[in-house]
């Protein structure tokens, strides 16, 4: 345990962006502040929509697929 050293959250940031390039890091900042909260709260959003009877599945009969019958 003696081994492990802190070494801060500012180095740790610094270190991981110099060694990127800043498309990587543009591209990681997207995806990972906008894109995945998005879809996470758009998943959950239906699912609580699902869970207490407020969605509405008369739209699905609509839908013409060949597979579904």
């Known amino acids: 345990m003696s081994k492990l050293k802190f070494r801060g959250f500012i180095p740790a940031v610094t270190k991981y962006v110099k060694s990127k390039s800043l498309a990587e890091v543009v591209a ?5 502040g906008f ?12 699912i609580f929509m699902m ?18 019958y």
Do not use: K, M, R, W
């Open 35 to 46: 894109l995945l909260p998005l879809a996470i709260s758009g998943i959950s959003f239906i």
């Open 51 to 68: 869970v207490t009877g407020q969605f509405d599945y008369s739209h699905f009969d609509s839908i013409n697929c060949e597979i579904c």
């Open 28 to 32: 990681e900042l997207a995806i990972f």
